[in-house]
């Protein structure tokens, strides 16, 4: 079983080494970035009291937020201003429901399964699977990922593809679920829950650079329990939908000579000190030195 395990992980990796062989076109220098010239801060503070939950025991760090929408669309206006051409993949998009989020932009959706005829004909569609896609590298600016991670039995090739469509100095945003019922239809199966820093290490480990990540608490009126699925042959487990958390993690991809983070056993190591790329497009490599200025909060400018 281990032999099969081992040898299964080896084909996952030399597919993803295959692929970013093939393709040299990718500019290591990456995407043009602009300064938009109205004072703006090139980066996204982290939102330090807009959590849910007592005291900061990890600081700002793997946070309970109330509103991860406003902060996940945050990071696509700071990044759309500092870049104001480019395209936004939208992995999963099936029906283009974050077409608006990326007003401004070139929009493409990548998904394997058929849209309804009014989206087919209104959006610009791969029509291909994540792992099979016979892309090009270094495709995109910005990559949308919103609740698919969960679907994919190979997790860590999704990271590597996505990375390499990726163009050096574009965003991921990914948000997946930590804790939710088992919810499989018939196109795809549900398989996997994630921490925040499992997240991270998806990421580091396909040569992005974590830059946030936590968790959405959906806490809302009273306590209620739910039995999951209806179908038969779901175990009725009770799972108390006050503590429906998905979770998130914004990555950026590294241009040429810019740090690339690399993963650390952090153990006991404080949260502060974990490995994290303090993301800032103001700065000459894309990064402050520290992440002690920060105010906390998404000021008027972010």
Known sequence: MHLVLILLS???????????????????????????????????????????????????????HQNLDQLLHHYVHKYKQ???KGTFLDVGGRNGEFAALAKGYDYYILDRDPPKAEAEAKFKYYKC???????????????????????????HLALRTMAYLLKPGGLLILRTQWLWRYHANPSYG?????????LE?????????????GYHQLSKGPKKLTYGSTDLDTPPV?????LLLPTFVVCYKPRLNERIVSFQEVQSLPVQQHPRFYLDFSMPMSERISSTTEEG?????A
């Open 129 to 155: 699977d994540l792992y099979d896609c016979n892309l090009k590298s270094c495709l995109v600016e910005i990559i949308w990922c919103n609740n698919v991670l969960e679907h994919l039995l190979e997790p």
């Open 10 to 64: 080896t084909l996952i990796w030399l597919r993803g080494e295959s692929k970013n062989s093939e393709d040299s076109s990718c500019n290591e220098a990456g995407v043009e970035r602009v300064d938009p010239g109205d004072g703006s801060i090139g980066y996204i503070p982290y939102t330090a009291g807009k959590f849910v939950g007592a005291p900061l025991k990890y600081g700002k760090h793997y946070a309970f």
């Open 238 to 242: 009770p799972i108390p939908l006050n």
């Open 190 to 198: 549900d398989y996997f829950r994630y921490s925040a820093r499992g």
């Open 201 to 213: 290490y998806l990421c580091i480990q396909a040569g992005l650079n974590p830059v946030n990540s």
């Open 297 to 301: 909060g998404i000021s008027a400018t």
């Open 82 to 84: 500092w870049h104001p």
